[in-house]
């Protein structure tokens, strides 16, 4: 049973990615209300709730095939301040990164090392904040390669990310998951460009993983909405006119589409500011009617959160999009325990980690390079 280390657990969607045929050492988040719904989904003996910065090798059990971090995103991100790696969220990367080097130096190096982010780490400082970490994994020892999934591929959730997979030096990867150069969908025009501005010996250690691509998605939007969720509650009719009344014509002719289909269509609403005809900066609801949801993003730091709108015929109802549907756009079960509390459900899942994009990368990468890494194992000990 291959072992992993998970940092920035959060509320564990990298586990429930892995799945049971992994074996869980040692996880880590600071935030303590994650930290409870870790353990009450997983049991969770092996979380330790603390800042990064203060742990130390000692902290961290045994030998792990796999290191995962989804550091924070929020200095990286395109809506953030432009601070990238010397910000104090996702400046959280290099204490995560010692302690990466203290495993190396202790013999106990990761086989994998798997960095998840938003795509703005791409072009964070012109691509050298993305730099600085590919180079990192090649003075530590590991090719490296990057991909980026759009979480629609899985779930009706437009959720693109960056992830960037070391693999240790010693070990070599199966050449079907490896290609001569970028492949669609998995390296995207900004992930080529970042690539390019990489030094030459970081590039002789790149790697173009090449997966395979998912078969068609058939869930829908619409499937994931519940009729009459708990954790909130439909508008009145008063506020859902006023929520109308925030578009812009454009938005406002595709409701009027919706209506004339006559048939139950759901929607997705964002609230934001947006410069009207004037110039002036107006607060505006953007819909998308494409079965898929926009980006779930934390309540915090005043993005707004996912409106849901269902047009049938010529009615038309709205309310914030509940904690459970939050889960399911995340690939998490029903059976997975959510706070009460609407915001904090709300802050754990936007925060997290699509759980069918880590099982695929589990299935497709992380489990036949451990295979074949064992397999020789046992070759050479015959």
């Known amino acids: 049973m291959p072992s992993y280390y998970e940092f920035f657990a959060g509320g564990g969607m990298v586990r429930a990615g892995l799945g049971s045929e992994w074996s869980c050492l040692f996880a880590n988040d600071f935030d303590h209300k994650k930290s409870r719904v870790y353990r009450e989904n997983w049991k969770g003996e092996e979380l330790k709730t603390a800042d990064i910065g203060t742990l130390t090798t000692k902290d961290i059990t045994g030998v792990a095939k796999l290191a995962w971090a989804s550091f924070p995103c929020q200095d990286l991100s395109l809506a953030g301040g432009g601070a990238g790696l010397k910000g104090d969220r996702s400046g959280t990367f290099w204490p995560f990164w010692t302690l990466m080097k203290g495993l190396i130096k202790e013999k106990r190096a990761p086989h994998l090392i798997v960095l998840e982010n938003v795509c703005g780490t791409l072009t964070s400082h012109d691509g050298k904040d993305f730099a600085t970490i590919c180079d990192g994994f090649r003075e530590a020892g590991y090719n490296v390669g990057a991909i980026v999934v759009d979480a629609a591929l899985f779930v009706p959730h437009s959720r693109p990310r960056l992830f960037v997979i070391g693999v240790h030096g010693d070990l070599q990867s199966p050449k079907n998951l490896t290609a001569e150069g970028p492949v669609s969908p ?10 390019g501005k990489l030094s030459a010996k970081t590039k002789e250690k790149w790697i173009w993983w090449n997966l395979p691509v998912p078969s068609a998605r058939t869930v829908k939007l619409a499937d994931l909405i519940e009729e009459n969720p708990t954790s909130t509650s439909w508008f009145s009719a008063e506020d859902t006119r006023q929520l109308l009344a925030m578009m812009s014509p454009i938005n406002r002719a595709k409701v009027a589409e919706a209506k004339r289909q006559g048939r139950k269509i759901v929607g997705g609403v964002y609230k934001r500011t947006r410069p009207n005809a004037k110039g002036k900066k107006v607060q505006r609801a953007e819909i998308r009617f494409d079965d898929v949801s926009g980006c779930l993003r ?13 047009v049938d015929g010529r009615t038309v109802k709205a309310r914030l999009i509940s904690s459970r549907e939050t889960a399911r756009l995340m690939g998490l079960p029903d059976e997975y325990k959510l706070p009460e509390n609407y915001n904090e459900a709300y802050h754990l899942t936007g925060d997290g980690v699509v759980v069918p994009v880590v099982r695929h990368l589990a299935k497709y990468l992380f489990e036949p390079i451990l295979a074949v890494t064992e397999e020789r194992k046992a070759t050479a000990a015959a």
Do not use: E, F
């Open 298 to 310: 934390t309540p915090a730091g005043g993005s707004s959160r996912q409106v849901i709108v269902v």
């Open 186 to 195: 998995w390296h995207t025009r900004t992930l080529k460009t970042a690539h």
